[in-house]
């Protein structure tokens, strides 16, 4: 399997696999494992029956009881357009095909629409475990805005058999602070109809984007949004894998700390990722990084980032357009390459 994985990542791979992180070390972390759910949630305040759907969550598919997760989440007809998104693989249209791709794919849940959960729930609920988004940003009004609107509630999910429910906060927007409110309020009540909750903390403000550097992915303000997730009781975080650094600063906004630059991060993409585990209440809350958009070197780019998730301390991948924009045998594949990293025993946390 190792060696697989280093055919994948070519050049890269020693970079990779053989980093030891000397910023925030392991031991102060609480990793993943088979006993993740009676190690740490059992002391939070969540219920008897939310434990309940997270195991199930842990204990499905190719990574059933390892303490990772692999997701598929497909909401990308609302966010990106159906024709986008479905276009280049138009099986898709028909959520059914969605369902089967994470059920084939080993995948530990399916997160998507109202429309495409109701859509195939009671063939399939039973079956995998679903998680139903409940809010999106819709791109037909005119001209497109950006902003994470409810499409559904939790009631919804709970009808439907859904294990637990998602949502996106656009932090850093005009629009975050009613979605902190709305989303918050969301969670309390999922966790009383006994579902987990993972939020989509993402960054989303015209001036975060600057002709040096995207600050959308940088580690300091990434980690900061992942931080305000857990503090509403997100049970998981899902968030960008970042790509640079030091977006206070750049951007001179907000408050931070020198040594989060000089002793709490460096450059190499581990530590980065690190970082962001570290605002999880150190792994407490787990963290899943997003396969990114569909590319060439897609079956690279989700490996890489696999394995820099894990390396860092997280618990897995979200990955969506990388395993669905192909045929569904390539897609499968796909998602495979991604399991077979958190399954690798050489592949460690730095």
């Given amino acids: 399997m190792i060696g697989r994985i280093k055919e994948i990542l070519g050049a890269e791979a020693e970079a990779l696999l053989s980093h030891q992180c000397k910023t925030i070390s392991k031991d102060k972390l609480h990793l993943p494992g088979p006993d993740f759910i009676d190690r740490i949630v059992t002391d939070t305040d969540r219920s008897t029956r939310t434990?309940?759907?997270?195991?199930?969550?842990?204990?499905?598919?190719?990574?059933?009881?390892?303490?990772?997760?692999?997701?598929?989440?497909?909401?990308?007809?609302?966010?990106?357009?159906?024709?986008?998104?479905?276009?280049?693989?138009?099986?898709?249209?028909?959520?059914?095909?969605i369902v089967k791709l994470a059920v084939e794919g080993g995948c530990n849940a399916v997160a998507s629409t109202l429309g495409v959960l109701g859509a195939t729930a009671r063939k399939y609920a039973h079956k995998i475990p679903f998680m139903l988004k409940v809010n999106h940003n819709e791109f037909l009004s005119y001209p497109n805005s950006y902003d994470q609107i409810l499409f559904a509630n939790i009631k919804q999910a709970f009808d439907m058999g859904c294990t637990g429910v998602g949502a996106t906060i656009y932090f850093g927007s005009e629009e975050s602070k009613r979605q902190l409110q709305e989303i918050s309020k969301m969670f309390h009540q999922a966790h009383d109809l006994g579902m987990y909750t993972v939020l989509w903390c993402y960054m989303r403000n015209a001036a975060f984007k600057t002709k040096e550097q995207d600050y959308h992915v940088s580690a300091d303000l990434t980690g900061q949004a992942n931080h305000l997730g857990v503090t509403i009781a997100a049970d998981i975080i899902k968030q960008k894998l970042p790509e640079n650094n030091g977006g206070y600063n750049a951007l001179n906004f907000g408050k931070t700390h020198k040594k989060v630059y000089s002793e709490l991060t460096t450059d190499h993409p581990i530590d980065l990722t690190r970082y962001q585990v570290a605002?999880?209440?150190?792994?407490?809350?787990?963290?899943?990084?997003?396969?990114?958009?569909?590319?060439?070197?897609?079956?690279?780019?989700?490996?890489?980032?696999?394995?820099?998730?894990?390396?860092?301390?997280?618990?897995?991948?979200?990955?969506?357009?990388?395993?669905?924009?192909?045929?569904?045998?390539?897609?499968?594949?796909?998602?495979?390459?991604?399991?077979?990293?958190?399954?690798?025993?050489?592949?460690?946390?730095?």
């Avoid at 150190?282 to 690279?300: C, F, Q, T, Y």
């Avoid at 394995?307 to 991948?317: D, E, F, P, T």
């Fill in 51 to 97: 434990l309940v759907s997270l195991q199930q969550l842990f204990g499905s598919g190719r990574l059933a009881n390892t303490g990772y997760v692999s997701i598929l989440p497909v909401d990308q007809g609302i966010e990106h357009s159906a024709g986008s998104s479905f276009a280049p693989n138009p099986i898709y249209f028909d959520p059914e095909s």
């Fill in 279 to 350: 605002n999880c209440y150190m792994g407490r809350a787990p963290l899943i990084n997003s396969g990114g958009a569909s590319g060439e070197n897609d079956l690279k780019e989700a490996v890489k980032t696999a394995v820099i998730n894990k390396r860092a301390g997280g618990a897995g991948l979200i990955s969506g357009r990388k395993a669905f924009q192909r045929p569904m045998p390539e897609g499968i594949a796909l998602l495979n390459a991604i399991q077979d990293v958190y399954m690798s025993k050489d592949v460690t946390v730095a």
